[in-house]
């Protein structure tokens, strides 16, 4: 049962980190769809700060070859945004199948984020386009890539006193190769039961920088080091996704659970990761 | 004049504006939130249960145990065993325990965390297929068996060993959630003088109303039962509001207030009646030409932890086990059997769908083996009128299966269709499959008692006519047909026609709505009622007119003389000057269901007294590269005798389908193999989306019933039916793997298209 005994619904930063500091084990809330479900299952009772209110969290600019995507931007407001669209395609992509409509409306990339569940839309995207995420404290800005951020389910290196304020992104360059693609369990409306991320520069038959990230297939959205050893800087051919297939299969760690079995998220990891240089997205 | 027209659902622009008045939108003076405590264990001894700080918490009004009930502790559906509230043990992860009612939400909840409670764990049975194994505890009767029904047709051994083919398969289904969009919910209110009025979401107002007499021990003349606007049923809300209402009803007397109580989704889920997991094993035999000889069915389902409908789906499971085909010999063993999980009972098909995945995958497996069309091996079998079903009834009209078949074939084109789809390349495969299926409309002989409605109808002074039955509205358009019927009777607008909530001391016992029985079983009382009214309303101009009453019709607005049409009068002067003469405009009609018959030894008899009937043809596209199968397009042909109104038809052909393929394509609910529910949530048990949802094709067929209102026959429950073996059958064709296990998650298509078995 949901048990809140108060909510702050502050402006600005300042005034968010001083409720902070007055009332500690206060929960940061945003678009509140995992939160407020969390908090319903939970005997707990909780205080919360609302940080929906605050312009500078919603923001979503372009800085000195950085897209800048605030917390509390929606996936709504993600997916349809231009700046993201052009700099960042995959993570308006993610942000573009996540929920429904009306989750997208509501839900944040930093909820997402923080929530922290190895099968979030977001992460696999962010983690693939090198995005920092950027902290702030009474004590100032901190800064580390979103792949250390995560570090277990349910839990991030978040510091007590900390709030998200948003993602850096390197803008990508005309050659950027990359894909998502991910399966659910329906064609909408569908909790991502694997999902692979990749993202490379492309000159002629080769790939550079690759970059991958796999969700649901390990406790936390994990990278594929091997297998982006693997690609980086060798010529692009049937064979070589062949053997990168079965290399970014064995990097991963998939369990059964409701949603699926170990033995299809692994083969699956293979599959999408086939059908992303086919250009293909797969359909539930 | 109304019926055969679309006219617009009168209950849409209330729901579709959020006007419509649900139960958890209602509040009363003083009125309490109800709550219940309920089981974590799958068995268990209760060995303590203190209530006693519970009762102090402040804004706590009662705190009720099963030693707290007035009446008797039981919930009757078919037997006795269930009780309303748990006693000495549980049985089942969410059996209710005890019940709060406080003053708010959150009184409620302190009083749930405060009752005091031990279970000590006892020994469990989860699999159905261990029902009978030495080490399972012993749950029901002697044997853990709710039901075993049988039919035993011709030679069997003889037909099998004369059959040129043969195959035996293993089919498995798993629970199907009702996921109605309204979770369940009462409002019980008592009266100043000792009675009680109960509201809420229901399908069986009169089950409601035993139930609350029962176990509130208060006389049936002093409980009232008011359906509340309903957001969806599917069977779901057949049984169970019975303990809901009863729950509602021990608290509000208790209290002495009005306490509403409306579960949550996840409560709901975990608590309330399931679609029955099934293994059904079938043995088909044919002739080398494909007529089938003999079948041998073996049936078993899983019931829960209490009887509840267990008996009555199992029959219908039972008598539809064969499928719409001439079999000579047929042999079929069915049984429910107890388990410690949450009891099943009715959704959409009752016991059918499972059935009839089996059937209608074995009869295309048959095909495979003999080399014949699917289509081909349908054509040769399929009941026709004359012919005898195998329950030994013999089919005297409205069977309008070959039209449905012939139908479903030219307009998806099947063989042109099938052979452009197997053209194609490329990773994703695509193919067509087919079902035919049949549906016995109403209770048919495993619920005679039943079969019976009232319908109250009362012309009023200024010429509009309310009417009101026993059957209820759950979505499925009964209002809107009904009044239909009340405007095609009389000869009026139907705008002229307004149908009153359903009231338990407005009309008689009515009997359950539910085996898609409302529109002929209620459209017959009404008819009944109509004409008595319209004998009384012609016996007012009559004299005058220097005829019998019985040489006047009704239509255009108008009484007339049926040979001499100019001879009229318009329906509103006619009312006057019947009110004028104090004539009786105002009665109840009453009707009961034509016989039926049925010998539970040898499993024979006139089972139903119609039957309804469809095809389906699927078209599928298999991704062999994910597992996934998309359903891409779907003919659905019913034989609904008569469609009062078109479009409600349709959408009930275009929903049941989408229900159809959740139940094919991605719904399961999971309890573990210790009992444990692990999905009960809408966002992991996944209901098709409108994404989801293919082009569908509704054909409707019409070969009347001649006992139904103008035709008409049941049917609401049949488009979900089919569906899983078109898909299945669809999927053979299309990648060539047999699925034998509902629902086809990828997780199983998968492997058999690694290993490219046929």
């Known amino acids: 049962m949901l048990r809140i005994t108060k909510v702050y619904r502050p402006d600005n930063i300042d005034e968010a980190l001083n409720i902070f500091d007055d009332n500690p084990g206060i929960r940061p809330i945003a678009g509140g769809t995992d939160l407020i479900i969390q908090l319903s299952d939970s005997l707990e009772s909780a205080m919360l700060l609302d940080v929906s209110r605050i312009e500078k969290l919603k923001k979503i600019n372009i800085t000195g070859g950085k897209l800048f995507i605030g917390a509390a931007a929606t996936h709504s407001s993600i997916a349809k945004s231009r700046k993201v669209i052009e700099s960042a395609p995959l993570i308006a992509e993610s942000s573009g199948i996540m929920g429904g409509p009306a989750i997208r409306n509501r839900a944040t990339i930093g909820g997402n984020v923080a929530n922290a569940s190895p099968v979030a839309e977001s992460l696999p995207t962010l983690i693939a386009h090198a995005a920092e995420i950027v902290l702030v404290s009474a004590n100032g800005l901190r800064k580390m890539p979103v792949e250390d951020f995560h570090l277990a389910p349910g839990k991030t290196a978040l510091q007590s006193g900390e709030l998200i304020l948003g993602f850096e992104i390197p803008v990508v360059s005309e050659d950027f190769f990359g894909f998502y693609n991910r399966l659910g369990s329906r064609a909408a409306v569908t909790i991502t039961k694997v999902g692979v991320a990749l993202a490379s520069i492309k000159s002629g038959d080769r790939l550079g920088n690759v970059r991958i990230a796999l969700s649901a297939v390990a406790p936390r959205v994990i990278r594929a080091p091997e297998t982006e050893k693997i690609m980086s800087g060798a010529n692009l051919d049937d064979g070589l996704i062949e053997q990168a297939a079965k290399k970014l299969v064995s990097e991963c760690t998939p369990i059964t659970d409701f949603r699926s079995t170990s033995e299809y998220r692994s083969d699956m990891v293979g599959q999408l990761f086939r059908m992303g240089f086919g250009r293909e997205t797969p359909q539930n | 004049m109304a019926v055969g027209k679309s006219v617009v659902r009168v209950d849409a622009r209330s729901k579709a504006t959020g006007k419509a008045v649900y139960v958890a939108d209602m509040f009363m003076p003083g009125m309490l939130i109800g709550k219940v405590l309920r089981s974590e264990f799958p068995r268990g001894k209760i060995v303590r249960l203190d209530v006693k700080k519970a009762r102090s918490i402040h804004g706590v009004h009662a705190v009720l145990t099963a030693d707290d009930i007035p009446g008797k502790n039981v919930c009757h559906v078919v037997f006795e065993d269930m009780p309303l509230l748990a006693t000495g043990e549980v049985r089942y992860v969410g059996e209710p325990i005890a019940l709060i009612a406080a003053e708010t939400e959150a009184a409620a909840q302190l009083a749930i965390e405060a009752v005091e409670l031990d279970i000590e764990p006892l020994g469990i049975l989860i699999d159905p297929e261990k029902y009978n194994s030495p080490d399972s505890p012993i749950l029901f009767g002697e044997d853990n068996i709710f039901a075993h029904h049988k039919i035993r047709r011709g030679d069997i051994e003889n037909a099998f060993a004369q059959s040129d083919t043969i195959i035996e398969r293993v089919y498995r289904t798993t629970y199907q959630e009702h996921a109605y969009l309204e979770t369940q919910g009462m409002l019980a209110v008592p009266t100043a003088e000792g009675g009680i009025d109960v509201y809420g979401t229901m399908q069986c107002p009169f089950y409601v109303h035993g139930a609350v007499s029962d176990v509130t021990g208060l006389a049936q003349s002093r409980v009232r039962i008011v359906q509340t606007t309903t957001g ?470 019409e070969s009347a019933y001649s006992e139904g209102p103008f035709g008409a026959k049941g049917f609401g429950e049949q488009p979900l039916m089919g569906i899983a073996p078109a898909v299945a059958n669809a999927v053979f064709d299309a990648a060539g793997i047999r699925l034998r296990e509902q629902p086809f998650l990828p997780e199983r298509v998968w492997p058999k298209l690694k290993k490219g078995a046929r």
């Open chain 2, 232 to 701: 969806g049923a599917f069977g779901g809300k057949e049984d169970v509001p019975s303990l809901v209402a009863g729950w509602a009803s021990v608290l509000a007397l208790a209290a002495k207030r009005p306490v509403k109580l409306i579960l949550g989704r996840t409560e709901d889920f975990v608590s309330m009646s399931k679609r029955h997991p099934s293994r059904v094993e079938v043995k088909l035999g044919a002739t080398k030409d494909g007529k089938l000889t003999a079948a041998g069915i073996d049936i078993l389902f899983d019931g829960g932890a209490y009887a509840t409908l267990s008996p009555v789906v199992l029959w219908r499971g039972t008598v539809h086990s064969c499928g719409p085909y001439r079999i000579p010999a047929v042999r079929v063993d069915a049984r429910a059997v107890a388990t410690n999980k949450v009891p099943c009972g009715a959704y959409r098909g009752f016991g059918s769908p499972q059935t009839l995945f089996a059937i209608e995958s074995a009869i295309d497996e048959l095909a495979e083996k003999i080399g014949m069309d699917p289509v081909r091996i349908r054509e040769i079998n399929h009941l026709r009128r004359g012919d005898e079903t195998v329950t030994g009834q013999k089919l005297g009209e409205s069977v309008g299966l070959q039209e449905c078949l012939e139908r479903a074939i030219t307009e998806s084109d099947y063989y042109n269709l099938r052979e452009k789809l197997h053209g194609r390349n490329g990773p994703v495969k695509r193919g067509v499959g087919i079902s035919t299926i049949f549906y016995g409309v109403g209770l048919g002989a495993g619920g005679t008692h039943f079969a019976r409605s009232g319908a109250y109808v009362g012309i009023q002074p200024d010429g509009s006519v309310q009417f009101a039955v026993g059957t209820t509205e759950m979505g499925q358009g009964m209002r809107t047909v009904l009044g239909q019927i009340v405007a095609e009777a009389f000869g009026i607008p139907f705008e002229r026609v307004y149908c009153l909530p359903v009231d338990s001391s407005r009309v008689p016992d009515s009997g359950p709505t539910v085996a898609s029985r409302a529109t002929t079983m209620s459209g017959r009382a009404i008819l009944v009622a109509c004409s008595t009214l319209k004998g009384n309303l012609a016996g007012v101009i009559a004299p005058e007119w220097g005829v019998s009453p019985k040489a006047i019709t009704f239509g255009e607005n108008c009484a007339f003389r049926t040979d001499n049409p100019a001879k009229r009068i318009s329906w509103n002067d006619l009312v006057e000057r019947a009110f004028a003469q104090k004539v009786v405009l105002t009665i109840v009609g009453y009707d009961s269901s034509p016989p039926t018959s049925w010998d539970e030894d040898s499993g024979q008899g006139d089972a139903y007294v119609i039957y309804a009937w469809a095809v389906n043809v699927a078209q599928v596209a298999v991704d062999t590269r994910t597992g996934v199968v998309r359903v891409e397009k779907l003919w659905a042909a019913h034989d609904v005798g008569k469609a009062i109104n078109p479009t409600l038809v349709e959408g009930q052909i275009e929903g049941g389908s989408v229900q159809g393929l959740g139940y094919a394509l991605t719904e399961e609910y999971i309890i573990d193999k210790n009992g444990i529910p692990m999905n009960p949530r809408l966002s992991f048990y996944h209901i098709p989306t409108t994404v989801d949802a293919p082009e569908i094709h509704p054909i409707i067929v």
